[in-house]
């Protein structure tokens, strides 16, 4: 279980990083109270996080920001008392709204039975893609189990491209740089500190999952990393994976997708078919990196998208 090989990471007296309940947790503590970025992937992860934040400080939560829409990062929204404030962009409020995952914890009364029902006739039918459905409608009918009777409530303070706070002592920029991960995965930056927050707009050590659907742009995202690279931060928290120091996670990151896109237009140039660079291409100098499972989205994606410009 996931909750229990959780770990509770002090970046430094006032900020915290928990590790294992899905995405990466980040919470700051101020004098004021404590400011959460992003809750786990359950209602249970989202308890967690409240009592290893009441174990630290007995300070109010004041905030909380979702990066993103993603199960992994929303989920234990669940467990959020109706006072606290979320923040998050307009385009994740419109992303939980309209997109149904299996692993989602929104949309359940409305989207789910739906998407069961449709599920279920995909996994009856004799396809390459019976597989595949059979596995999600396995995942939809848990969480729709688990969900149906709750409401996860949605971002209540909404922001296009970029709010600051003052939390306490510390500022705390949110901006969304532009479609990467998603087409709304914004960051945090903490002025007095030095850190970046990237939620999923960073995966450290691990391939990334590109969710077009959700509105991403690897192009983009090249860009975003490379920039944010040079900016000299101190440390950085991704959405996966362990915190960073300095900035060279970010620029080996942009380094990997510059790397895939390449791959990926020469297996084009080659002749290859989709699933024949699936199967060609290794990512052989990032398979040390970490779990592969990204690996087939990133090759699918980037053959699909076909080459921008930049590249
Ligand atoms: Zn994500």
Redesign the pocket.
């Known amino acids: 279980m996931a909750d229990e090989n959780h770990i509770v990471e002090k970046v430094n007296d006032h900020l915290y990083v928990i590790q294992g309940l899905g995405?990466n947790i980040s919470f700051l503590i101020t004098d004021e109270g404590v400011f959460l970025i992003d809750m786990g992937n359950s209602r249970k992860d989202g308890e967690t996080v409240l009592e290893e934040i009441r174990r630290i400080t007995d300070k109010p939560l004041i905030y909380v920001f979702l990066?993103?829409?993603?199960g992994?990062?929303v989920n234990g929204m669940a467990a959020l008392p109706v006072h606290v404030p979320v923040i998050a962009t307009e385009h994740t409020l419109e992303n939980l709204k309209n997109i149904t995952t299996p692993n989602r914890a929104y949309n359940i009364k409305e989207a789910y039975p739906a998407a069961i029902k449709d599920l279920k006739e995909k996994a009856q039918k004799d396809s390459t893609d019976s597989e595949k459905a059979a596995r999600e409608l396995k995942e939809m009918q848990k969480r729709f189990e688990a969900y149906k009777n709750e409401s996860v409530r949605y971002p209540d303070e909404i922001f296009e491209t970029r709010r600051t706070l003052r939390v306490g002592d510390f500022t705390v920029e949110l901006f969304l740089p532009g479609p990467a991960?998603?087409g709304g995965?914004a960051m945090a930056f903490i002025k007095e500190m030095n850190v970046l927050i990237t939620?999923?707009n960073l995966f450290h050590n691990d391939f990334p999952?590109i969710?077009i659907r959700?509105g991403a742009d690897p192009y983009h995202w090249i860009t975003i990393a490379r920039e944010h690279s040079k900016k000299g931060y101190d440390i950085i928290i991704p959405?996966?994976g362990p915190v960073a120091k300095g900035t060279e996670a970010l620029a080996r990151f942009a380094d990997y997708l510059e790397y895939a896109a390449n791959e990926v237009r020469k297996a084009k140039e080659d002749g290859l078919t989709e699933d024949e660079a699936v199967e060609k291409i290794t990512m052989e100098p990032y398979t040390h990196l970490g779990k592969a499972r990204f690996r087939e989205n990133n090759i699918r994606v980037f053959y699909n998208i076909g080459v921008a410009s930049c590249i």
């Open positions: 995405g990066t993103h829409y993603h992994d990062h991960h998603t995965n939620g999923d999952y969710d959700g959405g996966h």
